[in-house]
């Protein structure tokens, strides 16, 4: 196993799962934020933890996808060309 192809496995099993998986938890998060700062009718305190959630969650999925740029970037840097290796999940 050359190093591009030890890129290529380290990038499509272990980060891009990563990645996806913690933009989708802070989306979730936003979310929930979002509901917090809507529903309570008059109560501040449920309203200022919903906004912070959703400023929370806007700071995890933006540096989610400074993540995936920074990762895009090494590969690029290293020169791997993503098109010859075959990146998909193995079938049973």
């Known amino acids: 196993m050359n190093i591009d192809q030890l890129?290529?496995?380290?990038?499509?099993?272990?980060?891009?799962?990563?990645?996806?998986?913690?933009?989708?938890?802070?989306?979730?998060?936003?979310?929930?934020?979002?509901?917090?700062?809507?529903?309570?009718?008059?109560?501040?305190?449920?309203?200022?933890?919903?906004?912070?959630h959703m400023i929370w969650g806007l700071v995890g999925m933006f540096v989610m996808i400074s993540v995936f740029g920074i990762m895009r970037l090494i590969v690029n840097t290293f020169g791997v060309n993503l098109s010859q290796f075959n990146t998909s999940l193995p079938s049973n």
Do not use: S, W
């Open 7 to 52: 890129i290529i496995k380290i990038n499509t099993f272990i980060l891009n799962p990563l990645i996806a998986f913690a933009f989708v938890a802070a989306t979730v998060y936003f979310i929930v934020g979002l509901i917090r700062f809507l529903l309570p009718q008059g109560n501040e305190a449920d309203r200022a933890t919903g906004q912070r």
